[in-house]
């Protein structure tokens, strides 16, 4: 079941959300106060969260620069003022939608809805609870340490394992060799950063289908590696 995490401070709006959403299967909390609602979107799973931009203690934006620092999930950003919008869209905060108020609840779910399968869309088959990632033929058991390609096991060491689970488990990201140097192999003295290299291409070999048209871990020149979702 999806769990949505509602931050407002005006707690019949909150409620009034809930009850649309509980309707609809999914789990609400509710948090009146943006410190607190911050904190729990920092440190639990939510599948989406709804953010009141007006708070007494924290304004939303700031609320939600501080998630988009760690989390990528949607976030809906509710607001009193029209002009408001176009403040939210100028900050870049990577709000992926927004109502005003007051607002229809059954359009809020709609959205709901939109947005959580689309972002289960974006982040492939991502299955966080059981610990599997599926991409385009690329499934990798993180439990079992087992990578498959069109259902064929392919087999790694664990160092190509953890190199290539800590890209896939950060999509679209550049990270430079030095970072993924650190990253895997951090206080180990032996090895340097054409390690990293030489780990790549040992991986492209087992999951790529044309090795020099890679489709999953992209080569971005001058930079290093990402990805791609
Ligand atoms: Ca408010």
Redesign the pocket.
Known sequence: MSKILII???LSIAELERDYLELNNFEVEIETNGAAGLKKAQEEEYSLIIL????PDMDGFEICKAIREEKDIPIIMVT?KKNDIDKIRGLGLGVDDYVTKPFSPSELVARVKAHISRYERLIGSTALQNNIIEIRGLKIDRTDRRVYIDNEEKVFTNKEFDLLVFLASNPNKVFSKEELFNKIWNMESIGDIATVTVHIKKIREKIEFDTSKPQYIETVWGVGYRFRM
């Open positions: 407002e401070d005006e009141d931009l007006m708070l009193a």
